[in-house]
């Protein structure tokens, strides 16, 4: 995944966008540990080797040892077998680059946002099928974002204890994810594909709904937030780091055997990253509320569409029932009894149409967890 993984997807996918957003995330982790490994092995290999020999020196030499071996041509004796179509096959054959920009490719199709009202819904259709809703954000009114800027402020008195956590996760959850699974980007290389290609959608959508809703950022609302972090140039709800975290966790979830005991510091770890943001003047406490729902919806919709699971429940974060002085409360239930009025989910399920190089990923992932 490392430099090769993200530095080939978002290359060849999305240069611009995610060369220094996965780039910077999951490169920052996998680049670390196998660039430590690799760079050990063959940095001491091909370093005291092949570096001693410049380009056209082992162009020329590789020439005169072919000149040398091959001897007169030999046609093909029959015309190569092709594999069909679009067969997924080929995706474990593939380099990793070409795996996640598939992958990637598929997870947006067919997603685009309608908007209604105070609203804003994601919706995927397949081919031929009708739109299902995936996830539905209402704005909260403005004397929601005004009641939270006590409960912004209150939380500074942590950033003496939360500092060093706060600038160590401004890239993302993934560092603090590794310990508690022992993920690794030797064993784990389809999970780490899997997972950079699920925060590439993420980004997308977690940056179109900012940018639809435009909720002002703390600091813009009152000077005595003064930020440890420069504020991101775009709006607030939901928040992003949230909206990661969760998605995350909820797709390793589903990943690792079920009731693993690891799950439960995973769901801690996810709400952890969010408060941090809040902590750093960042984000209000209703922007990580949103960005768990978003988060967990969005890994199930991934699950859904990788033909894993019963049917898929659309889910909407209604802040017009977000009480001005309420706290994030990781605690809460999304959906069923105990559930807050701003947690909906709908109650009848949705068959989404499946894609088999989201499910040939899922697989391959699955299986390093087995």
């Not at 020999?53 to 000149?67: I, M, V, W």
């Not at 699920?198 to 930020?227: C, H, T, W, Y």
């Amino acid at each position: 995944m490392s430099g090769g993984y993200s530095g080939g997807y978002s290359g060849g996918y999305s240069g611009g966008y995610s060369g220094g957003y996965s780039g910077g995330y999951s490169g920052g982790y996998s680049g670390g540990y196998s660039g430590g490994y690799s760079g050990g092995y063959s940095g001491g290999y091909s370093g005291g080797y092949a570096a001693a020999l410049s380009p056209e020196l082992l162009a020329s030499a590789l020439t005169n040892t072919r000149a040398a071996l091959v001897g007169l041509p030999v046609p093909l004796s029959t015309a190569p077998t092709l594999p069909a179509v679009d067969a997924v096959q080929a995706l474990a054959r593939s380099r990793a680059a070409a795996r996640v920009g598939t992958v990637s490719f598929e997870m947006l199709a067919g997603l685009h946002f309608e908007h209604h009202g105070h609203a804003l819904a994601l919706v995927f259709q397949g081919p031929g099928a009708a739109p299902v809703e995936v996830v539905r954000l209402s704005r909260p009114g403005p004397d929601t974002f005004r009641g939270q800027l006590d409960l912004v402020a209150h939380y500074a008195e942590l950033r003496d204890d939360r500092g060093g956590e706060i600038l160590a996760q401004v890239n993302g959850a993934l560092d603090f994810i590794a310990p508690i699974l022992g993920l690794n980007a030797e064993r784990h290389k389809h999970t780490l594909e899997l997972l950079g290609a699920a925060l590439g959608l993420a980004n997308l959508v977690e940056m179109r709904l900012k940018l639809g809703f435009d909720v002002p950022r703390p600091v813009q609302l009152s000077p005595q937030i003064q930020p440890v972090l420069p504020t991101p140039g775009h709006a607030s709800w939901p928040s992003g780091h949230a909206t990661e975290s969760y998605l995350l966790t909820a797709l390793l979830s589903h990943l690792l055997p079920s009731d693993d005991v690891r799950d439960v510091q995973l769901q801690r770890l996810a709400a952890r990253v969010a408060v941090n943001r809040t902590v750093a003047g960042l984000h209000y406490p209703v922007d990580s509320a949103a960005g768990r729902l978003l988060g967990t919806s969005l890994a199930e919709f991934v699950r859904a569409r990788s033909g894993v699971g019963a049917g898929f429940h659309a889910r909407h974060f209604d802040g017009s029932h977000y009480p001005a002085a309420e706290d994030f409360d990781p605690r809460l239930a999304l959906d069923g009894a105990g559930a807050p009025a701003y947690h909906l989910r709908a109650t009848s399920a949705q068959s989404l149409a499946a894609s088999a190089w989201l499910g040939s990923l899922w697989q391959l992932a699955a299986a390093e967890w087995v």
